[in-house]
């Protein structure tokens, strides 16, 4: 390959735009996911039932709130956190004509050597996933439709305490 | 990406040009006898050694460790112990960004290394012998560039740095010969002198990445120089300052394991590298070239804590011309 080749530039922006090929299908669901919620506003906090509403990329979601958080209780509506969720994830292929309701998000990148699965939310907003070891990642590519399914906070830090901590 | 090797314990062997080039010179000639083309010539060496000590020292792309040498110049009696301690490493910072209409990549990039060195170097040959010539150096160099992207694959990354130094010898005279004369290699500018060094470090780093199934196969070179001049001199006759340079080119393997400890997958790889070095720095170590076979094994904490990559421990096994020796230590690396 010549440098001239090489340095006329054949990289390409990641994009969650892309059509995806294939027939509509599901490709890969019940993918158990990490990822880091930062900054998420609490929509409601119920105490009795454990669950906490937050909303994530301008999108309302509801998580269980898991054994191991302590420092939950104080918290109240319009807080900002740092939220570690675990989700559960169904990517697919869309038909043409799209049909039912819209997926959650887009697969914009796609990282199988370090199982990292960074979305695009509709609305722009973006999260990068950790993928569980052995969920599988084939098949799954840019332009995915993505269906998030919230399962619990597993580690939450509210904002005025990290900038306290930090002074 | 970033990437730091923090060396425990090491022990290298490594051929050191240094002072004792006086010892080497016949004994009618040492000291008062020296005639001002060969004070000249020992300048020049300890100039290139203070060259070579400050990028050893400094220069994030060497690392750290313990060396030894045993007079690799000619037969030329010296035991040469040699500590570097460093903390340091360069990063990519955040995802490539488009450069406008081209079908190119480009990211911040930042580069950067504190490090500390001692050397003592124990003079065996008569009649200085029993001396011993002592170099210290601290040594801070920052500086970036970008990288850029021309497919998902290739990148080029230009980078220029400065890098900043500071030497003091110490000379101690044990032999009759030395505390004769010591006074007069001071007022030479050959023993008890100081000196501040400045370089600048252009260099570009070429990196291929393969992806095999899971596993990561990074093919790069880098070619780097360092052009430097002395300053703050404690004796005006000092003379440093010159050209250096290295190539570095290595070949990485990085390969998940599919094995989880604690909450993180393990991840094992290592790479091979040979490093060519040229100018001064080859002459101030004596070293034309280093080979380097360096294992690791790493937990995956990436997109998990903070900006850190990987975690674990790596050990490196090198050889080369005069030199040979192992270290082991941290492996960390950050992503930005």
Redesign the interface.
Same mark, same amino acid.
């Given at each position: 390959m010549s440098v001239a080749g090489l340095l006329s530039g054949c990289w390409t922006v990641p994009s969650a735009d892309v059509r995806p090929t294939g027939e509509p299908r599901v490709i890969a669901g019940g993918i158990e996911v990490v990822g880091v919620a930062d900054p998420a506003k609490v929509e409601s906090v119920d105490r009795a039932a454990r669950i906490l509403g937050l909303r994530v990329s301008g999108v309302p979601l509801y998580y269980g709130i898991a054994g191991r958080v302590r420092n939950w209780s104080d918290l109240h509506a319009g807080d900002a956190v740092s939220a570690t969720l675990r989700e559960v994830l169904t990517v697919y292929v869309l038909p043409r004509k799209e049909k039912g309701s819209p997926p959650d998000a887009r697969v914009l990148v796609v990282d199988p050597s370090y199982r990292l699965l960074k979305v695009e939310y509709l609305n722009g907003g973006t999260v990068t996933f950790k993928v569980a070891l052995h969920a599988s990642m084939r098949g799954i590519a840019a332009g995915d439709a993505v269906k998030i399914h919230p399962v619990e906070v597993i580690a939450l830090h509210r904002h005025d305490s990290i900038a306290a901590w930090m002074q | 990406m970033c990437r730091s090797f923090l060396a425990g314990t090491s022990v290298r062997t490594l051929g050191l040009v240094a002072l004792p080039l006086l010892s080497a010179l016949p004994a009618p000639t040492q000291a008062q006898g020296i005639s001002p083309a060969q004070a000249a010539l020992i300048r020049n060496v300890i100039g290139a050694r203070v060259e070579a000590m400050t990028i050893l020292g400094g220069d994030f792309g060497l690392s750290d460790g313990s060396f030894h040498s045993t007079g690799a110049l000619d037969g030329m009696g010296a035991d040469v112990d040699t500590s570097v301690t460093k903390v340091g490493g360069d990063g990519d910072v955040g995802? *490539?960004? *488009?450069l406008g209409d081209? $079908?190119?990549?480009w990211q911040p990039r930042l580069q950067g290394s504190m490090g500390y060195l001692e050397s003592s170097d124990h003079l065996q040959a008569r009649p200085l012998g029993g001396d011993t010539s002592e170099l210290k150096t601290f040594a801070i160099e920052f500086g970036g560039g970008a990288r850029f992207?021309?497919? %998902?694959n290739?990148s080029f990354a230009p980078t220029v740095m400065a890098l900043y130094g500071h030497t003091d010898n110490t000379y101690f005279a044990y032999s009759q010969f030395g505390r004769q004369d010591l006074a007069y290699l001071q007022q030479l500018g050959l023993a008890d002198w100081s000196v501040d060094t400045w370089s600048v470090r252009p260099a570009v780093n070429v990196q291929y990445i393969v *992806?095999l !199934?899971?596993?990561?196969i990074t093919f790069s070179s880098d070619p780097t120089g360092f052009f430097t001049h002395g300053f703050n001199r404690s004796n005006v006759r000092e003379k440093v300052g010159g050209d250096s340079g290295l190539v570095v080119n290595k070949i990485d393997v990085?390969i *998940?394991l599919?094995v !989880?400890l604690y909450g993180h !997958?393990l991840r094992s790889g290592g790479y091979l590298s040979r490093t060519d070095l040229f100018g001064d720095l080859k002459e101030g170590l004596g070293v034309e070239h280093v080979n380097e076979v360096h294992a690791r094994l790493v937990l995956?904490f990436? $997109? %998990?804590l903070w900006k850190l %990559?990987w975690l674990g421990v790596g050990a490196s096994y090198l050889w080369g011309t005069n030199i040979n020796g192992w270290t082991v230590g941290a492996d960390v690396a950050f992503r930005f």
């Open positions: - | 995802d *490539p960004m *488009p081209l $079908n190119i990549g992207w021309t497919s %998902q290739l *992806p !199934e899971r596993a990561l990085d *998940p599919d !989880e !997958e995956d990436l $997109n %998990q %990559q």
